[in-house]
């Protein structure tokens, strides 16, 4: 099986991504592959830090440069600390959200533009892209019933936006999809858990034979 590949999850809000990648993890690790779970923003102590700032629901009027900014930060850090010595030790490192979520949400949903973002991020951890893309795909409306109706995670400043920024970033992640066919593999996330599950398995498991 091949190792030190770099897979990420990405997805709206409400997609269920925290939810599949524990369970995903926990298979991999059934199998004895060495995996590495992370997230972003956060993932290392700096990130977290920066996360905090920018999920804080009061920060209201941050500007869309400086969210971007920001993110990129918290991306560079968490990169350069945790996902490249991690892939150099030869691990599978599977991590919620990445550059993609930062091309959708402020290039895309934002205005700053996909092409400005990306250059802000190829400043932050030069042209490094995930080997594989695992795009939850859902309506927003329904991600974002899903997280007022169960209310088991805190609700941040993203969640709050109008339900016409959350159709852009799902209209962003799609202009993606054409952007990296090759890399970006599209997931029912409107489904019950265990469907999904099964369905990203699949994907991972052609990744790694």
């Not at 972003?40 to 804080?56: Q, W």
């Not at 209201?60 to 850090?77: G, I, N, V």
């Not at 400043?123 to 927003?140: E, Q, R, V, W």
């Not at 409306?141 to 007022?148: H, N």
Request: aromatic content about 8%; hydrophobic content about 45%.
């Amino acid at each position: 099986m091949k190792s030190n590949l770099f897979i990420t999850f990405e997805g709206p809000e409400g997609a269920g991504k925290t939810t599949v990648i524990q369970k995903i993890a926990e298979r991999l690790a059934e199998i004895n592959i060495d995996v590495l779970a992370t997230r972003e923003p956060g993932g290392i102590e700096i990130a977290e830090k920066i996360r905090t700032i920018i999920l804080n629901p009061a920060h209201t009027a941050m500007d869309e440069r400086t969210e971007a900014l920001l993110y990129a930060a918290a991306r560079s850090q968490h990169y350069f600390e945790k996902v490249q010595p991690a892939l150099d030790a030869g691990k599978l490192v599977i991590c919620d959200r990445f550059i993609d979520s930062s091309l959708a949400y402020q290039g895309y949903a934002r205005g700053i533009g996909i092409d400005e973002v990306l250059s802000i991020n190829e400043f932050a951890i030069g042209k490094k892209l995930p080997d594989m893309t695992i795009l939850f795909d859902i309506a927003p409306e329904v991600g974002l019933a899903r997280i007022y109706a169960t209310g088991n995670r805190e609700v941040n400043r993203l969640d709050v936006e109008s339900l016409p920024f959350h159709q852009k970033v799902h209209e962003g992640y799609l202009l993606l999809v054409e952007r990296y066919p090759e890399r970006i593999r599209i997931v029912n996330a409107d489904q019950d858990i265990d469907s999904v599950v099964e369905d990203v398995w699949s994907l991972l498991l052609d990744a790694i034979q």
